[in-house]
């Protein structure tokens, strides 16, 4: 057996004679020898791919020799230090370059070699890299595989010759067959008529066969052909170009319906109302045409002419060149600025045009046009705001299928870009539009109109249904029973809450609405607000028992007529705890910016207050915050982006608190920080207010004029006095004072004193809260007393109104009536002027309104002293946070525990604090009592409840069942999985990831509960034999959805029109056939209502306009809605700031579902058909049903 390989050893020889001469490398390295640490030093060469080392650079012989081909090289470590090497030896290692050739085959060991300086090293390395042919190896093996590839195609090749040679051997065969038939026929033929004249030139029978090659022929070449086309159709470009196309076209489509759209707009109502304005009798001016329809006319021509361009590039097809078209689009969209900066004040001008009822009656004719397709003006003023976007959305799709070497991607994407900076540009005007649409839709819906909601600057916050308990007579509630009939039916009143005005209605049976005669349209800068009425009082001691602590009151005090009260019932706890947590924000804003107004304005012509202007921080960008233009319901510009700090800075800003603010940074704070950092943010400004506020904002909350302060002491009277000082009222008002005990708030100033800035040193240096006046630093005060005395002694019945006038010029709308301001000593209000900042008197005011002082503190000490005031204006401001997150997100507390006992906590060292005010120490104790219930929904039934009440022995069948009982329950279970959704399940698309069962568990409850319900329409109508009994099915489920639209219940309806829609019962002609008429319009109606067509445009508009709470939506519309928003925008900026104009757009979705989810519906369970609605028994899966529905009626034959 042969145990050594032989080789030509002179050949080996001679080669490494040529390395040695015209080696590719040659030099020393030292080689790792057997050995773990011994280097030997050896001359190498590179000779093509072979490596000889001599023992030394003169040696003839070689001491070995290594292949290279298929070799790798690599850098290697350098080998550990010995410990008792020199200093100077380790260095010398260090400096060493080691490298390793690893060979492609097991059984070789890797050569380890190293060398002095890194550059040879390195030169090394590469010459042995192409030395081991590792480049053509690849090459190779891409040729192989290509070689296998042709191989392949042409054996492919041979296989398909040989089959159409047999083909053609099998056909010449058949064609001699018939060649030979048909010379025997031809001799038969002549032996039966040999007195026959010639045949024609060509046989019938000649042509056949030629029919036949020309056939064979055509059909090897078609078969070929559709070979390479279906090759080409399944490939990815093909794919691609298609769906590149379908976007052209839908564009297209959506550009023509855009165009006509205008036209319509154009020639429907813009140019017969310019004939309109110049009658003899004009219902409108021709001013009024132009603010109503602003450049309309002019986008139109423009958007005709790029129809044109397209249609034209359309005929070209399939060559689709769109980039220069956007070309020629992009200069000229600058005229959609115009339209929608000037789009809100356009629609308020038409609403005041519709005052006027000739104009109104006009435009209702133009309405009725079978043009319109019944849309109103409005709505085809709102078409244009929405096509920039469009047209990103189409861009974006289109580059998404456009190769990246499309001779018109880079025109694309510049088009994309320059489409996506207008669209930011006109971000700030767009973002009022809807909250615009749905002031003026709910204007639409009351018959007697309502011009407060034609103010622009009115923002809607919440409806809904609460009951109004009757008389209120001497300030006594009536004692009625909250269960009983006539109080749900005559006392429900459609309740609309406005940042300024509070909207009570009557429904009619039509639906629309009326507004009270008395106490319709409440101000809220006129209104007090009382939560827990006092159950001391005689009249109400059984309220609470009466009325399951649902009731509040609304003490409205206008100043032209006596006050009234207002009481109102909510159906649970948790809407109460909404409704008064929202009223009482905006009561606190309207009140807050009205005193700003007053105290920081330079004069009466200035509408944004002084505060604002000096602070840039609220109006200027900066590295980590962003502004845009659109102003929040404080007056104050709306946050674009900024950073966590700056967020909750502005949450714990004591100047305003916009509510819009708070309840997006509420609803989305869990997107970019977490409920722990908000806290603790919260309990920093309570414990140490000097330290979390920002200085300028210390300082311009005691900031006050000078100038204006000295022409007042000159005219001897301060304007500002005599304005009406609008204190936010307390979080809970206490009415358990006696009228007529005294009540007095000393604001004790220095006469002529000129405050300025607050000195933030002097006062931190404070050891004690309290402060006096030295004698030798200021004249004696002056001081203004506040007393309560009684309505009988006030002001006597003689005295006239203007006297009135003088004597009280600083009582307040919230203030009792048996408030009145009296000057000490008998001086009159004319020389006694405070000097004390209106910012400080106001937070005075607000925080010792009607109540007396602790023990042991003295007004005036609090008057002058800066800290306490800080100190209570910043407790006010945590409460009022702390109150409006734990009654409107008490889900936040119910799964943390962790935060909800750290809030506990806070509110326990709250009430500790021996200057605690008594409204603030019943505020903070309302909210621990709302923070400790365990459940604060005990009254709404929940699916685990219903789901235990299944086990009833008797199930009732379809048959015996309602209509009617059917919607109810029907909705009844909608609403309740509906409403169980917690909020943050609609924050980061968990639903739409690997694991949204576990992120997301009550949506996809809600998700399957729409599919076991539509399963179970779909199951009913198949169990049916005969065709009359499904049809008779059919038309009773959609009675029952009819029932579910007048019910609001649109998920329902949805529900039962797409199992109608199964392709398992839509296919049943016989059976629909056999549905009248009027089933199927209804149908129609109701498919219409609920079309996914424009992302469900009619369910919203449905939902917007004539819809009110209750009500069931249909969850995927705004699933899709976040979805949309969610992949569209970042949630941060590259600079790192939250994108909070996204986290508005998340809020307002989320305000809508909730606002669905707080209202329930009075329905009463009935488990008897719960029970059939829930039994899973019944459901037949897809592929059954379809099997069924085969049997029932059996395909026709082709």
Not at 179 to 203: C, F, W
């Amino acid at each position: 057996m042969q145990k050594s390989v032989r080789y030509n050893e002179g050949h080996a020889l001679y080669l490494a004679f040529l390395a040695r001469k015209e080696g590719t490398k040659r030099g020393f390295l030292s080689k790792k020898a057997a050995e773990a640490s011994r280097w030997h030093e050896k001359w190498f060469a590179l000779y093509q791919n072979v490596l000889f080392y001599f023992e030394g650079e003169q040696s003839g012989r070689p001491a070995g020799m290594y292949l290279l081909e298929g070799c790798s090289c690599e850098r290697a470590p350098a080998p550990p230090k010995a410990a008792s090497g020199t200093a100077g030896g380790k260095d010398a290692l260090d400096k060493q370059y080691y490298f390793t050739v690893l060979f492609g085959h097991e059984g070789q060991k890797p050569l380890e070699l190293r060398c002095e300086e890194e550059h040879e090293g390195k030169e090394w390395m590469d010459a042995i890299h192409q030395a081991s042919y590792s480049d053509i190896l690849i090459e190779r093996e891409v040729l192989m595989q290509k070689y296998i590839h042709l191989v392949q195609i042409v054996e492919t090749e041979k296989i398909a010759a040989n089959q159409l040679r047999h083909q053609l051997e099998d056909q010449d065969t058949e064609i001699e067959r018939l060649k030979s038939e048909i010379v025997a026929l031809n001799k038969t033929k002549e032996r039966m008529r040999p007195y026959q004249g010639n045949q024609e030139d060509e046989d019938p029978d000649i042509k056949k066969i030629k029919k036949v090659q020309s056939f064979m022929r055509g059909w090897l070449c078609r078969r070929k052909w559709k070979t390479i086309v279906q090759d080409y159709i399944c490939s990815p470009h093909a794919e691609s170009m298609r769906k590149r196309n379908q976007i052209v076209f839908n564009m297209v489509e959506a550009e023509s319906e855009y165009v006509h759209q205008l036209y319509v707009l154009v020639n429907c109502f813009l140019r017969p109302l310019r004939m309109a304005a110049s009658s003899k009798k004009p219902p409108i001016t021709h001013d009024d045409v132009s603010s109503i329809f602003l450049n309309s006319e002019t986008i139109m021509f423009l958007h005709e002419i790029f129809h044109q361009g397209l249609k034209a590039r359309i005929a070209n097809w399939p060559t689709l060149i769109l980039a220069d078209l956007f070309d020629i689009l992009l200069p000229m969209l600058n005229i959609y600025q115009e339209f929608v900066r000037n789009h809100q004040y356009s629609l308020q001008v038409l609403a005041n045009c519709k005052q006027n009822r000739d104009f109104d009656k006009l435009l209702k004719q133009y309405e009725a046009n079978p043009a319109c397709e019944g849309r109103m003006l409005e709505t085809f003023l709102t078409y244009p705001m929405f096509q920039i976007p469009r047209y990103i959305i189409t861009l974006h799709e289109l580059l998404a299928h456009t190769p990246h070497e499309h001779v018109e991607r880079k025109s694309l994407e510049f088009a994309k870009s320059k489409l996506e900076e207008l669209s930011r540009i006109m971000h700030d005007e767009v973002s009022d539009t809807e909250n615009i649409r749905k002031n003026l839709a709910i204007e639409r819906m009351i018959v007697e109109g309502c011009d407060i909601l034609l103010d622009t600057s009115q923002t809607f916050i919440r409806q809904g249904s609460l009951i109004q308990v009757p008389s209120v007579e001497r300030g006594k509630l009536s004692k009625v029973r909250l269960g009983s009939l006539s109080l749900k039916k005559e006392g429900e009143r459609q309740c609309f809450l406005f940042t300024k005005h509070f909207l009570i209605c009557t429904r009619s049976s039509g639906g629309k609405l009326h507004l009270l005669k008395t106490g319709g349209v409440l101000s809220l800068i006129e209104c007090t607000l009382i939560e827990e009425p006092d159950a001391s009082e005689d009249d109400s001691k059984g309220s609470g028992q009466v009325f399951g602590h649902l009731d509040f009151k609304i003490v409205v005090e206008p100043p032209d007529s006596a006050p009234f009260t207002v009481v109102l019932l909510a159906p649970s706890r948790q809407e109460k705890a909404a409704w008064t947590s929202d009223i009482s924000q905006c009561v606190d804003n309207i009140r807050c910016n009205g005193l700003m107004t007053i105290v920081f304005e330079e004069n009466s012509k200035v509408t944004v207050p002084h505060m604002i202007k000096s602070d840039a921080r609220l109006h200027r960008d900066d590295k980590d915050i962003c502004f845009s233009k659109t102003l929040n319901s404080c007056k104050v510009p709306q946050i674009r982006y900024a950073s966590v700090e700056r967020l909750l800075e502005r949450l714990t800003d004591l100047r305003f608190l916009s509510i819009d603010f708070l309840n997006t940074f509420l609803h989305t704070y869990r997107i970019f920080t977490t409920a722990a950092v908000v806290l603790e943010k919260l309990s920093d400004i309570y414990k140490r207010p000097f330290t979390s506020i920002p200085v300028r904002s210390l300082e311009l909350f005691f900031v006050t004029s000078q100038n204006n302060r000295g022409e007042h002491l000159a005219d001897g009277k301060s304007p500002n006095l005599c304005r009406k000082f609008s204190s936010p009222p307390p979080l809970a008002v206490s009415r358990t004072s006696s009228p007529v005990r005294a009540r007095k708030l000393s604001l004790t100033s220095p006469l002529n004193s000129k405050i300025g800035a607050l000195d933030l040193s002097a006062s931190s240096m404070t050891s004690s809260p309290t402060s006096t006046y030295s004698p030798a630093t200021s004249p004696p005060p002056h001081t203004a007393v506040l007393e309560s005395v009684s309505g009988d002694r006030s002001i006597s019945e003689s005295t006239p109104a203007m006297e009135i006038a003088e004597l009280s010029p600083c009582r307040s709308p919230s203030t009792p009536r048996h408030l009145r301001y009296r000057p000490p000593g008998g001086q009159t209000a004319d020389n006694t002027h405070c000097s004390v900042s209106p910012a400080s008197a106001f937070a005075i005011a607000t925080a010792a309104a009607g109540h007396g002082s602790p023990p042991g503190f003295n007004n005036t000490e609090r008057t002058c002293d800066k800290e306490f005031i800080i100190r209570r204006t910043a407790t006010n401001r945590v409460l009022n946070v702390l109150r409006h997150w734990v009654s409107k997100h008490s889900q936040d507390f119910e799964l943390n525990n962790e935060l909800k006992m750290n809030v506990l906590n806070l509110l326990e060292e709250v009430l500790r604090d021996p200057d605690l005010l008594p409204q603030e120490r019943k505020a903070t104790a309302n909210i621990l009592r709302a923070l400790s219930q365990d459940d604060q929904d005990d009254a709404h039934l929940k699916m685990e409840d219903i789901i235990q009440t299944l086990d009833s022995p008797k199930a009732e069948c379809f048959e015996t069942l309602s209509a009617m009982e059917l919607a109810e329950q029907i909705t009844l279970l909608d609403h309740i999985v509906f409403r169980s959704i917690p909020y943050e399940e609609f924050l980061g698309q968990g639903w739409m990831k690997l694991d949204k069962n576990e992120r997301t568990p009550y949506i996809m409850k809600t998700s399957q509960h729409f599919n076991d319900m539509s399963n179970l329409v779909a199951s009913q109508i198949m169990n049916y034999a005969d065709v009359s009994s499904r049809a008779n099915s059919i038309e009773k489920w959609v009675a029952v959805a009819d029932i579910c639209r007048c019910m609001h219940n649109y998920n329902g309806v949805l529900e039962i029109t797409s199992a109608l829609n199964r392709s398992a019962i839509y296919r049943l002609k016989k059976t629909w056939a056999k549905v009248s008429k009027q089933t199927k319009a209804l149908m129609d109606k109701l498919q219409k209502i609920v079309s996914s067509e424009g992302r469900f445009k009619n369910l919203r508009e449905t939902l917007k306009n004539n819809c009110n709470p209750p009500a069931v939506p249909y969850l995927g519309m705004y699933l899709t809605d976040l979805a949309f928003i969610e992949e569209g925008t970042p949630n941060f900026t590259e600079e790192g700031l939250v994108n909070f104009s996204k986290m508005r757009m998340i809020s307002h979705i989320i305000r809508e579902i909730r606002q669905f989810q707080q209202t329930s519906y009075r329905i009463d369970h009935q488990p008897k058909v719960t029970q059939y609605l829930l039994d899973k028994t019944l459901i037949i899966d897809e592929d059954t049903l379809y099997e069924l529905s085969l049997k029932i009626e059996p395909r026709l034959p082709a």
